[in-house]
């Protein structure tokens, strides 16, 4: 029997697996595509700086979702996203998280947890400190009474020097004013960026994902040795 005789079974089952194949793997081979050519394009599409909305994309996510908050000040509202702090939309400092502000005679001071900025009545930056190097967590609510600067430790007002920040001892918490801070609904912790590479890799889909695209790329590979087969058993029969 011809060599090329024996070989028709095998070129037959492949050419029809090949077309299932194919067409099971299309999906996850455009996913992969449009995904990476978006990463490959990051800076110019701003993926790192911008950030989904939507609910669907962002439900694998729930356990990492960062709350955003805003709070209402009488020159605007005051938020932090993208590691920015800002004042309706202007640039004031950098900032992962808004966590407490308040309002002074003098100036005004924002916590953003491993940093407090406190700026003057203009809102011009003044001066960054770590609240560890006076003994603060950085955490804690701050508030105002009578215009004196004032810091919640372990649930007791203490009076703070706005001028040197120093810890100028306990104040009864009638009068304190503090500023409310409103819950957002926004993602401000899962970038373009990050979502555009869990698709690509499969991660997106959970601990399997990353196998479905294995055997994709795998599938891709099978499909490409295959055709290159059948293509060369062809050119061999018509010579």
Request: charged share 20%; net charge negative; hydrophobic share 45%.
């Amino acid at each position: 029997m011809p060599p090329h005789r024996k070989t028709r079974p095998l070129r037959f089952l492949l050419q029809r697996w090949h077309r299932r194949l194919g067409a099971l793997s299309a999906i996850l081979m455009i996913l992969a595509a449009v995904t990476g050519l978006a990463l490959n394009h990051t800076d110019d599409l701003h993926l790192g700086s911008s950030y989904p909305q939507n609910a669907v994309l962002l439900w694998p996510y729930q356990a990492v979702l960062e709350p955003s908050y805003v709070i209402e000040t009488d020159a605007g509202t005051l938020s932090a996203s993208g590691g920015e702090l800002t004042l309706d939309g202007e640039w004031l400092a950098d900032c992962e998280a808004l966590l407490a502000f308040t309002a002074m005679e003098t100036g005004k001071l924002v916590s953003c947890g491993e940093q407090w900025h406190l700026f003057d009545t203009d809102w011009q930056l003044l001066e960054t400190l770590d609240p560890e190097l006076i003994g603060l967590r950085g955490d804690e609510t701050l508030g105002t009474a009578g215009g004196q600067l004032l810091v919640n430790m372990g649930g007791q007002w203490q009076q703070l020097d706005s001028a040197t920040f120093e810890l100028l001892g306990p104040v009864p918490g009638d009068d304190v004013v503090v500023m409310a801070m409103t819950e957002i609904k926004e993602n401000h912790t899962i970038s373009w960026q990050r979502l555009m590479q869990d698709l690509h890799s499969g991660r997106w889909f959970g601990g399997w994902g990353v196998w479905v695209m294995d055997a994709a790329a795998v599938i891709l590979l099978l499909l490409a040795l295959s055709g290159l087969w059948m293509w060369w058993g062809r050119g061999r029969r018509s010579r």
